[in-house]
């Protein structure tokens, strides 16, 4: 592994990089509130809250540091604004280990009239050209290595549980797109048949989940870039459906060396759809952790009638200069980490 200072030169390059790339291709650079009076309504993510106190009344209101900045770049698209792109410092509580801290970076761009296919090629072009300009002929984590010049493996998260899940037939154990109910049992059956543990409390998206990083992330962009693509309506809450298997939407993420490094799709469109995600992930945040969450009632307004046809893209900084500087640690690529202790 190179040394500290060289990693974050590196860094410094990387970004740089990155900006210009975007710039050379028409999108505008923006940047958007870190405290906003709603977060997303990503179910599992925990939000980091704080309280905002006024000088002349002593009245407060909860605000809540983003975990990513998609709304508000959204509402700049519906603007007006084609192609905008942005070096956000997100926030999510709870996240420690050595591909996750609480206060990290990442790039995070939208363009109107495009869809996922679109972004998996932006993201491919991109991963290229920093591999490029870093002169080095892979990425690498740990044990893993991957050449940034290859085109990436394409499987569709269907496929990806066929070929290296023992053939669990992923969506034929979804009972309801929705929310997969965890009662029936099938996908639990399934984890019996292959022998990965679980709890009877674990839901649906837990067992999902362990078979995602027991036997096929590990698998994932070894060698080459893979694009996991049409992902299960349940775990891409602001993606569009697709028309022909609404079990599935239009979601992707690319994994370098068994890393999950970025995360797009098509992005969702209506203020009903919205209206009825939302409502959905907040009452499920309620059921599960006792937690729940307002609305952003603007953004939902401002999607009944000005957000455009779209798809989008969010991509770890950190892990990507992880990637091309081969650090074992997210910490070892920041200038100054949390002084985080672990008890």
Known sequence: MASSRTILETRGEV???????????????????????????????????????????????????????????KLILSCGWPRIFQFAHVFRNGEISALNHPEFTMIEWYQADSDYRDMMELCTGLLMKIGSQAGIDAFSFRDKACDPNMPPVRISVADAFLRFADGIDILGTITNPADPDPSAGPLADELTKVGISFTKSDRWEDLFFKVMVNRIEPRLGVGQPTILYDYPACLAVLSKLREEDPRVAERFEIYVCGVELANGCTELQGGEAHKKRFTHSRNLSHRLYGREFPTDEHFVEISETALPACAGVALGLDRLVMLVTGADHVTDVMWTPANIEMT
């Open 15 to 73: 970004i740089r990089n990155i900006r210009k790339h975007f710039t050379d291709i028409d999108y505008t650079e923006v940047d958007t509130p870190v405290l906003n009076l709603a977060p997303g309504p990503e179910v599992h993510i925990r939000p980091f809250t704080t309280d905002l106190f006024t000088q002349w009344n002593e009245s407060r209101c909860t605000m809540y540091l983003h975990a990513s900045p998609e709304l508000n770049m």
